[in-house]
């Protein structure tokens, strides 16, 4: 069930199922997955470095990217070894530096970093344009981005934390990634788009343009409940605006 929160603006609404083949509760951010926000890139993000820099084009992809487990590590590989220098600009550099992964100390494997933003992202001046490689080789191959693209890639903005009891049973909550989830207070993520009224323009709610990814994330008996619900609500205008137009 749903518990409504209306009393300040950082307030939030959660929705929650019991998932019908293990032992796991879903609970859904429904005040983002019910906003209007959507990805700007291209339309004047301003990027998440320290400072400003539209020009540039570099999105949310400033830090690399985290691989996620062992299926997402093959995964990534697999990907890595089909782009072509027509669509990854920093191919050659990445073959000077022994791949496009490293493994830091902690044992995470990573997207490398070179001049400021990951090594998987083109560039303005590259013959194919700015963006990722992997929504390029996913373009060119007429497949989905999330196909391509590193796990935490393809599901930003949304965030999936799995939480496990003592008993065993698994709390995963998807929800809205936020700026203090860069690194808490001292990020040196200056901007990021969930939290701007820059980005809430979208013309669906982002249940709706999202729905292959949370599909995946959740399964689609789950994520048919979840989108029967929200749309119930959006029909009876019974939801809690997200806090970034509340603040309007």
Same mark, same amino acid.
């Given at each position: 069930?749903?518990?409504?929160?209306?009393?300040?603006?950082?307030?939030?609404?959660?929705?929650?199922?019991?998932?019908?083949? +293990?032992?796991?509760?879903?609970?859904?951010?429904?005040?983002? =997955?019910?906003?209007?926000?959507?990805?700007?890139?291209?339309?004047?993000?301003?990027?998440?470095?320290?400072?400003?820099?539209?020009?540039? #084009?570099?999105?949310?992809?400033?830090?690399?990217?985290?691989?996620?487990?062992?299926?997402?590590?093959?995964?990534?590989?697999?990907?890595?070894?089909?782009?072509?220098?027509? =669509?990854?600009?920093?191919?050659?550099?990445?073959?000077?530096?022994?791949?496009?992964?490293?493994?830091?100390?902690?044992?995470?494997?990573?997207?490398?970093?070179?001049?400021?933003?990951?090594?998987? #992202?083109?560039?303005?001046?590259?013959?194919?344009?700015?963006? &990722?490689?992997?929504?390029?080789?996913?373009?060119?191959?007429?497949?989905?981005?999330? +196909?391509?693209?590193?796990?935490? &890639?393809?599901?930003?903005?949304?965030?999936?934390?799995? $939480?496990?009891?003592?008993?065993? $049973?698994?709390?995963?909550?998807?929800?809205?990634? +936020?700026?203090?989830?860069?690194?808490? +207070?001292?990020?040196?993520?200056?901007?990021?788009?969930?939290?701007?009224? #820059?980005? $809430?323009?979208?013309?669906?709610?982002?249940?709706?343009?999202?729905?292959?990814? =949370?599909?995946?994330?959740?399964?689609?008996?789950?994520?048919?409940?979840?989108?029967?619900?929200?749309?119930?609500?959006?029909?009876?205008?019974?939801?809690?605006?997200?806090?970034?137009?509340?603040?309007?």
């Amino acid at each position: 069930m749903a518990t409504p929160l209306t009393s300040s603006n950082h307030d939030r609404e959660w929705l929650s199922f019991e998932d019908p083949g +293990e032992h796991r509760t879903w609970l859904f951010d429904i005040t983002f =997955l019910a906003s209007n926000w959507t990805c700007i890139y291209g339309a004047g993000c301003p990027g998440t470095a320290a400072e400003p820099a539209p020009e540039q #084009q570099l999105g949310c992809c400033t830090h690399g990217a985290y691989i996620s487990d062992a299926e997402d590590l093959e995964h990534v590989r697999t990907q890595i070894e089909r782009l072509t220098g027509d =669509l990854w600009q920093h191919r050659n550099t990445a073959e000077s530096l022994g791949g496009g992964l490293w493994q830091d100390d902690a044992g995470w494997w990573r997207t490398r970093v070179v001049d400021g933003a990951c090594i998987f #992202q083109n560039r303005p001046d590259h013959a194919n344009g700015a963006g &990722c490689a992997f929504h390029h080789l996913a373009i060119q191959s007429d497949s989905h981005p999330m +196909e391509t693209k590193p796990e935490i &890639c393809w599901q930003a903005p949304l965030r999936r934390e799995d $939480h496990e009891t003592v008993t065993g $049973h698994i709390y995963t909550m998807v929800r809205e990634w +936020e700026r203090r989830d860069w690194g808490g +207070e001292e990020t040196d993520v200056w901007w990021w788009c969930t939290s701007e009224d #820059q980005a $809430h323009v979208g013309e669906h709610a982002v249940y709706l343009q999202m729905e292959q990814e =949370l599909s995946a994330i959740c399964g689609s008996v789950v994520y048919g409940w979840l989108r029967a619900e929200l749309d119930k609500r959006r029909t009876q205008s019974s939801l809690l605006p997200h806090p970034t137009v509340r603040r309007r």
